[in-house]
């Protein structure tokens, strides 16, 4: 299949570890936030979201944490496994109740075995 | 398989050609998306449906872009006179209404598997 992102930041850890990737995003304005994982020919699928009125949210292994002070996001993935591997995109609404998302750049998470 | 599908998955053709790519999202989402990704980026909002009703275009559509969505449910994008700088892969994301109570993420963009354009 073809690759995503051949030159995107990288990150790589050992199977069992904690990953944690980060993203900036760039509209203080922007109320609700998605992060994505894409593997290789495949679309962009969804893993957690949480909207501006929160600072955390939890999912199945994964947490987001939103920064608004500093306009950050992180996605957290417990005990990383090889199937998590794929590249990583976080997505910001364009503004507040609007559907349009702009997106990261991405960051590869590679798992070690 | 009640995911999004696009057609075709794969596209080559010749600078100056014309393509039109098909997408057909999950049944009952009224909300239907384009976007363009290059190699090494995120996906870039190219335009956005509400059912039948195109409520927003990027400045990167160009005039050669069209899209439509005449019964509110497949859309098709078309390309005309394709430039090599529209070699892409084309996803289409389509949602639930907001209202739907079975969305547990109303927000939330389902992708397909996107189409492939290399103009040569």
């Known amino acids: 299949g073809e690759s995503v992102g051949l030159h995107l930041p990288t990150l790589s850890v050992q199977e069992g570890d904690n990953s944690i990737i980060n993203c900036a995003y760039s509209?203080?304005?922007?109320?609700?936030f998605i992060w994505y994982k894409q593997e290789s020919g495949k679309g962009p699928q969804f893993i957690i979201d949480i909207r501006s009125n929160m600072d955390k949210r939890q999912g199945q292994r994964v947490t987001v944490l939103l920064n608004k002070t500093v306009k950050h996001l992180s996605l957290q993935i417990a005990a990383t496994q090889p199937g998590d591997s794929a590249v990583y995109f976080c997505?910001?609404?364009?503004?507040?109740?609007?559907?349009?998302?702009?997106f990261g750049t991405g960051t590869r998470l590679k798992v070690l075995a | 398989d009640t995911g999004v599908s696009q057609n075709p998955r794969h596209k080559i053709t010749k600078r100056g050609q014309n393509v039109t790519f098909r997408c057909d999202p999950i049944?009952?989402?009224?909300?239907l998306y384009w976007y363009r990704q290059t190699l090494g980026q995120g996906p870039e909002f190219l335009t956005y449906?509400?059912?039948?009703?195109?409520?927003?275009k990027s400045r990167l559509l160009s005039d050669r872009f069209s899209a439509e969505r005449p019964k509110g449910s497949f859309s098709t994008l078309e390309i005309q006179r394709t430039e090599q700088g529209d070699s892409a892969m084309y996803l289409c994301?389509?949602?639930?209404?907001?209202?739907?109570?079975?969305?547990?993420?109303?927000?939330?963009?389902?992708f397909g598997p996107g189409t492939r354009l290399t103009v040569t």
């Open positions: 994301a389509s949602s639930p209404p907001v209202w739907d109570r079975r969305a547990q993420h109303s927000y939330e963009q389902y």
């Open positions: 997505a910001e609404n364009s503004s507040p109740g609007t559907y349009k998302y702009i």
């Open positions: 449906f509400q059912n039948e009703a195109q409520l927003e």
């Open positions: 509209n203080s304005a922007s109320d609700y």
């Open positions: 049944s009952e989402h009224n909300r």
